[in-house]
């Protein structure tokens, strides 16, 4: 069972047909990007996963209270979603996608928020796949369907309340997945209300990767954890609108580090409302 890494390598050598692999490509600025992508060419046997449609519930509630850009999907849809895809209980998922491993980190999470521990992504993406001189196939994929069951969570998250009452305790360390000049309110293209959630430590997701944009050893980011944060159980991970957190979370289960929340929210939801403290620069 691969539980949070496989090599392109190990997929090429250990891949079998009762596996079901995913393609997490996505552009923020252009939602449909990561479909075209995958038609031009994907993984053999490869489906594809959107970010919006699969892997994100809806922004508003039934009250119209804002939950950020790509909140947490209603479980059963995400279980049904699942099932469409061909996935049972005992099935191994793999995700991949070319951005570093930032969407399909997300889909890691979400396989783990349901209690399914056999998931892990393709360190290294496409581009490593590609390294191997392996194929690409651009033939459709027709799923059969799967019986996975929804089952106890092997992940936290917490919500908007929670960040907010930690404001006052300061209990747990929160860590910020977005790039220094975002942490900053310096990026006004992603972030029209720019800034970061007092106390926040800011961990960009890219310092998890090698330069081949494959993960770094697992004692390099244990090192680096820890100079971060003290115990992964207190602390509480987030980004723009909590997909990039995964990133960080994925590094730390790799670390072995594992225990640390989502903050599914994330900035996205924060800022929504003028009067919730921010705080501009370092």
């Known amino acids: 069972m691969f539980t949070t890494l496989i090599s392109a390598a190990e997929l090429r050598r250990c891949s079998q047909a009762n596996w079901i692999i995913l393609d ?9 990007a990561g479909r075209i992508a995958y038609a031009a060419g994907h993984l053999p046997h490869a489906q594809f996963a959107h970010l919006d449609l699969d892997l994100s519930g809806s922004k508003a509630g039934p009250n119209g209270i804002f939950y950020g850009r790509h909140p947490l999907p209603d479980r ?12 049972d209980n ?21 396989l783990r928020w349901v209690g399914h521990p056999a998931v892990a992504v393709l360190d290294g993406g496409i581009d490593a796949w ?27 998250h917490v919500r908007l309340e929670e ?10 360390t929160l860590v910020d997945a977005r790039s220094p000049d975002r942490f900053r309110g310096e990026n006004e293209t992603m972030d029209p209300v720019g800034g970061h959630i007092p106390g926040a430590k800011n961990r960009f997701f890219k310092n998890n990767l090698q330069e081949n944009g494959c ?33 960080n979370l994925l590094a730390l289960e790799v670390a072995g580090m594992p225990g640390a929340a989502l903050y599914a929210g994330s900035w ?12 501009v620069g370092d």
């Not at 960040?163 to 747990?172: C, D, E, I, M, R």
């Open 76 to 87: 059963a849809d995400f279980i049904h979603t699942l099932r469409s895809w061909g996935v």
């Open 268 to 279: 996205s939801e924060w800022c929504a409302v003028p009067s919730r403290s921010v705080v």
């Open 90 to 110: 005992g099935t191994q998922v793999i995700a991949y996608d070319a951005h570093g491993g930032i969407y399909a980190a997300r889909l890691w999470w979400l």
């Open 24 to 32: 997490c490509r996505h552009d923020l600025s252009d939602p449909g």
């Open 215 to 247: 993960f770094k050893p697992a004692a390099i980011l244990r090192d680096e954890w820890l100079a971060v944060i003290g115990q992964p159980e207190n602390a509480i991970m987030q980004c723009g609108s909590g997909v990039t957190a995964c990133h």
């Open 130 to 156: 590609l390294r191997e001189k392996q194929p690409l196939s651009t033939l459709p994929v027709t799923a059969t369907h799967g019986e996975i069951q929804s089952r106890p969570a092997l992940v936290s």
């Open 163 to 172: 960040v907010l009452a930690n404001l006052g305790t300061q209990a747990k």
